[in-house]
């Protein structure tokens, strides 16, 4: 049996990047500068360094819930 891991709190409205509005993916991961950022794909794919432990997380709408895909 798999268990669902949901994001817990607010959900981030826009990218910490580039400011796009965040409506159905997002990746809550560290970039190549060091802090990290809740990140749409395009932003992720440029200043991301991955997914998994120590590298990020990537999340999708679910009937209004954030799950997690990835990572």
């Not at 809550?28 to 990290?36: A, L």
Request: proline letters at 6%; a positive charge; hydrophobic letters at 30%.
């Amino acid at each position: 049996m798999t268990t669902v891991k949901k994001w817990l709190g607010p959900a981030p409205s826009h990218c910490d990047i580039c400011c796009k509005p965040i409506s159905k993916t997002f990746i809550d991961g560290r970039t190549v500068y060091g802090p990290w950022a809740n990140m749409c794909c395009e932003c992720h794919s440029k200043f991301g360094v991955g997914l998994g432990t120590g590298k990020g997380q990537k999340y999708e709408r679910d009937n209004g819930s954030w799950v997690k895909v990835a990572g």
